[in-house]
C-alpha cells in the first residue's frame, strides 16, 4: 500500500467506524473518495447482548453488501472499569470477530491518536472534532438525515477522523 494524501492505493473499500450503541457510525471510503456513511441504531431498551447481535447483523451486512475490504476503527478507552466500558469491550471484540470471519482487514487506532491528528490535541472534544471537520464532508452530512447530534452527526465526523487517522499511519506500510 502506498499513501497519497488521503488516498491509500491498493485498497479496494474501507469502513470506518466509530462503535456506540446508541449511534455506532460509519463511513465508508473509495480512496480519498466518501461514498457512504451512516448509523446503525439499536433499541435502547434492549439488553447489551441483544444490541450487540443487531450490530454486529447490519454491520456484517454492510460489509458484504459493499464489498469491505478493510475495517478500521477507534480503539478502546479503557480510563474506567464501568459497564459501559466492558460493554464497548465486547462490541470491539465483536467486530474484530466479524472481520476475521469475513476475511477482511481489521484495524484499531487509538482514541488519542485520532483526536491528534485530526485537531492537533489529543484531548479535543466532540465540539472540537466538529470544528475541523472539512467543509465538504460537513455539508454532507448537513444534507443528510444525521445533520443532528441526536441522530449520529458528531459520530459520523468520528468515523470520517478515524479513516484519516488510518491513512496517516499505515499509508505507507
Known sequence: MK????????????ISL???FTNCSFSIWEGDKLYDFGVIAS????????RIKYIIAKLRSIIQEENITHLVLEGLSLGGVSNSSRSLGALFYCIQILCDDLDIQF???????????????????????????????????????????????????DSFAIYKSWVQMYGNK
Open 107 to 157: 484495524e484499531d487506532i487509538p482514541p488519542k491518536t485520532v483526536k491528534k491528528i485530526w485537531t492537533g490535541n489529543g484531548n479535543s472534544s466532540k465540539q472540537d472534532m466538529e470544528k475541523h471537520c472539512p467543509e465538504d464532508l460537513l455539508k454532507k452530512i448537513e444534507a443528510s438525515s444525521f445533520r443532528t447530534i441526536s441522530k449520529g452527526k458528531r459520530d459520523i465526523i
Open 18 to 20: 466509530d462503535q456506540s
Open 43 to 50: 433499541n435502547k431498551e434492549d439488553a447489551i447482548h441483544i
Open 3 to 14: 499513501r497519497v494524501g488521503w488516498i491509500i492505493v491498493g485498497v479496494n473499500r474501507v
